[in-house]
């Protein structure tokens, strides 16, 4: 089975285009480490500006498949429109996490996760891909988590994202996480998987702290 994850057709259009430096994650050295099933250790963390290299890295190394499945089309690398956006950071807007480990002294991006509310705070719309070599590993079940803990501490009510209708495994992990499944409004082959963000039934991972300013900074633009 190929790296089918959630991606909306319209991700695009989400991307804020308008986050500034100061609005991104301030608490950079937050970070968890999870065990894969086969006990790997794996860093989570939220991107930095300088990710840029990593997360090339990551989509030019998947396969055709992969590529496609995850961006609906088979790109060979993010477009500089694409990466800069990728590279943002605000819980309330975007945020994008990597998962990486070290190979020959040096960091590498091993999969990454995003959403962007669409808009805030009702709903966010996320994606996840993990590189070919290291999927059926728990990876993708431990980011979308992650996903979920931050969107949820960032206000967001809803986390959505769709899933090739013929993705029997990941219809099964939606299913098995508590989402719903839903026509999409893309197409036929698409679901749209849905999830209102209640309180998790796993103890969630301390990135979720890296919404706890963002959600102060609106809160108290909006008068909250």
């Known amino acids: 089975m190929g790296n089918l994850f959630p991606f909306s057709l319209s991700w695009k259009d989400y991307l804020p285009s308008g986050v500034g430096v100061g609005d991104h994650v301030r608490n950079t050295d937050v970070r968890d480490i999870i065990r894969l099933r086969d006990g790997t250790a794996v860093t989570l963390r939220a991107v930095r500006p300088d990710d840029g290299d990593l997360m090339q890295d990551l989509v030019r190394g998947l396969s055709v498949e992969s590529r496609y499945h995850r961006f609906f089309h088979p790109l060979h690398e993010l477009s500089p429109d694409m990466l800069a956006r990728f590279l943002q950071n605000d819980p309330t807007g975007a945020i ?11 960091e590498v ?7 962007v509310s669409d808009p805030y705070p009702v709903r966010g719309e996320f994606a996840v891909v993990v590189a070919d070599a290291w999927q059926r590993g728990g990876l993708a079940t431990q980011l979308i ?13 809803i986390l959505q ?5 013929d993705n029997e495994g990941m ?12 026509d999409s409004d893309d197409g036929a082959y698409l679901l749209k998987a849905s999830k209102v963000l209640e309180a998790p039934e796993w103890k969630c991972s301390p990135l979720a702290r890296l919404a706890e300013g963002a959600k102060r900074r609106v809160e108290g633009r909006m008068g909250v």
């Open 96 to 106: 994008t996490l990597l998962a990486v480990v070290q190979q020959g002294g040096k």
């Open 171 to 182: 219809v099964r992990l939606m299913v098995n996480m508590g989402f719903v499944l839903d």
């Open 145 to 157: 988590q992650t996903l979920i803990c931050i969107a949820r501490a960032a206000g967001i009510a």
């Open 109 to 115: 991006a091993i999969a990454m996760a995003q959403y």
């Open 161 to 165: 994202g769709d899933v090739l209708a």
